[in-house]
């Protein structure tokens, strides 16, 4: 089915099932500002009553967004707290877990783009020359080694912390 035909049979479906308020299903859904103003445009017949109401539905929205806002930061600072005191602990299998996942990315990167296809080159040459099919080497996921040193990216500040705050075995040795 075309996607005009599926929008326009959608909005149909849309308009009876929401009464006419929101786009149609498969479609954005309204959002919940949009509900509202169109509810208390729709239910609140006095001008003045609707303003009313209409201010008290953009002050009550902008209170979400605030209490979400500030909820979303709550997490983010009791996530940093917990990865400062993992990377100032004297622990050292946490303290050295993050480089240990790092160098398993790097050497699982240098694999993929760099010995798999040398191995493939030299196992498809045997071939060729003994008469024989060699499979050809393994492949990683890059997509998920890229997953994972992502996220070790995205907490690489606290690698920095270690070494500034002098975890012992953050720093290299001084020779």
């Known amino acids: 089915m075309a996607s005009g035909a599926g929008n326009f049979i959608g909005s149909i479906i849309g308009s009876a099932v929401t009464g006419g308020i929101g786009p149609a299903i498969g479609a954005a859904m309204p959002s919940i500002a949009d ?3 169109i509810l208390v445009d729709r239910l609140v017949p006095d001008p003045n009553a609707k303003a009313q109401a209409q201010a008290e539905v953009e002050q009550a929205l902008a209170a979400r967004e605030v209490a979400v806002i500030n909820a979303t930061m709550e997490i983010a600072k009791a996530q940093t707290q917990v990865n400062l005191a993992e990377a100032t602990g004297n622990d050292r299998f946490s303290a050295r877990w993050r480089p240990s996942v790092g160098w398993i990315c790097a050497a699982g990167f240098g694999y993929q783009f ?16 003994i008469g024989a099919a060699i499979p050809p080497a393994p492949t990683l ?35």
């Open 35 to 37: 509900t509202a103003k």
């Open 141 to 175: 996921s890059i997509n998920d080694l890229m997953v994972v040193l992502t996220g070790i990216l995205g907490l690489g500040a606290l690698r920095t912390t270690e070494r500034t705050v002098g975890v012992p075995g953050a720093l290299p040795p001084n020779k």
């Open 114 to 129: 760099v010995l798999a296809p040398i191995l493939t080159w030299a196992t498809n040459l045997a071939g060729v020359m």
